[in-house]
């Protein structure tokens, strides 16, 4: 699992980038945890969508873990780019490791109460 925690622009993207590149490679499926993340820019997003494709192509999960119960920021950037259904979106951790043990990289996401 990989936390993002506070903000995360494209001063950050290249450190998220080579750590899903290093776990990818050796063939980890993952769950990023974005649920204390409160701001994410394009290049972030870039970085997400990217490795997902890459754990798609190497038949690994990946997932996204936001808050079930809050609208955030992040919510609002995959909403806005309609780019929340080509992740794998949960607010449980439990829900985001079973789905990425099942190979899981694309789904409905999660909608804020």
Partial sequence: MVALVGEHDAY?????ENELAVLLEE???IV????DASFIDS???SVLLVGRHRAERSSLGFALLL???T???VHQILD???LGPTFAIFG????ALAAVRAGRVAGRPVRAA
């Avoid at 950050?12 to 998220?16: K, T």
């Avoid at 990023?32 to 649920?35: K, N």
């Fill in 80 to 82: 806005l780019t309609g």
């Fill in 43 to 45: 290049t972030t997003l």
């Fill in 32 to 35: 990023v945890d974005l649920r």
């Fill in 71 to 73: 609208y955030t920021q």
């Fill in 27 to 29: 063939g980890r499926r």
């Fill in 12 to 16: 950050s993207a290249q450190r998220l």
């Fill in 67 to 69: 808050p079930d119960r």
């Fill in 92 to 95: 449980k951790l439990d829900d």
